[in-house]
T-cell receptor, first 114, second 114 residues
Framework: SAVISQKPSRDICQRGTSLTIQCQVDSQVTMMFWYRQQPGQSLTLIATANQGSEATYESGFVIDKFPISRPNLTFSTLTVSNMSPEDSSIYLC???????????FGPGTRLTVT | AQSVTQLDSQVPVFEEAPVELRCNYSSSVSVYLFWYVQYPNQGLQLLLKYLSGSTLVKGINGFEAEFNKSQTSFHLRKPSVHISDTAEYFCAVRRNTGGFKTIFGAGTRLFVKA
């Protein structure tokens, strides 16, 4: 399975600012995803990060709020823009590697917006 | 579309007792099924998966799950739990053709008491 790291592991940010979260994988992967996990809740898919092209966003999520980059097969970033307290969540990077069916997850970034 | 229902939000159990975490799913097409565990302040870790074949699936840490197609269930079991099993458990489903989108249940908090 792939080893996934995320930076930062946690942050406290002011309302109205932006934060970029990095996801690094130790090997090339087929698919990369970004999820949000709001306090005490399950995971919600934000978008699929596509290498070299625009991300594919799920209903309720837009590029202006959550711009995503994926410049190569091992790295992606998610930016949370113009933050409000409602954006306080854990943001998780997830990958599918090779011919695998299951997803693997990074340790998450715990974001608190004040 | 697929959906997942985890029937218990919290399950308290004494150490060394057996436990069952219940999961029902809904889908009009064939699916893959997964159980993930999330320990405090960590990402999700795959416990086990059902792709096809034998309906009894064994995973890590002594967990197993049984796929029941007629009841559309995929309950997770462990014959004897440890304090260290205290965590959040997520059932998830993905269609077995046409994409990687995975739907997660709301989660079940397993709390093992001494």
């Amino acid at each position: 399975s792939a080893v996934i790291s995320q930076k930062p592991s946690r942050d406290i940010c002011q309302r109205g600012t932006s934060l970029t979260i990095q996801c690094q994988v130790d090997s090339q992967v087929t698919m990369m995803f970004w999820y949000r996990q709001q306090p005490g809740q399950s995971l919600t898919l934000i978008a699929t990060a596509n290498q070299g092209s625009e991300a594919t966003y799920e209903s309720g999520f837009v590029i202006d709020k959550f711009p995503i980059s994926r410049p190569n097969l091992t790295f992606s970033t998610l930016t949370v823009s113009n933050m409000s307290p409602e954006d306080s969540s854990i943001y998780l990077c997830s990958v599918v590697s090779g011919g695998a069916v299951e997803q693997y997850f990074g340790p998450g970034t715990r974001l608190t917006v004040t | 579309a697929q959906s997942v229902t985890q029937l218990d939000s919290q399950v308290p159990v004494f150490e060394e007792a057996p436990v069952e975490l219940r999961c029902n799913y809904s889908s009009s097409v064939s699916v893959y099924l997964f159980w993930y565990v999330q320990y405090p302040n960590q990402g999700l870790q795959l416990l086990l998966k059902y792709l096809s074949g034998s309906t009894l699936v064994k995973g890590i840490n002594g967990f197993e799950a049984e796929f029941n197609k007629s009841q559309t269930s995929f309950h997770l079991r462990k014959p004897s739990v440890h304090i260290s099993d205290t965590a959040e458990y997520f059932c998830a489903v993905r269609r077995n053709t046409g994409g990687f989108k995975t739907i997660f249940g709301a989660g079940t908090r397993l709390f093992v008491k001494a």
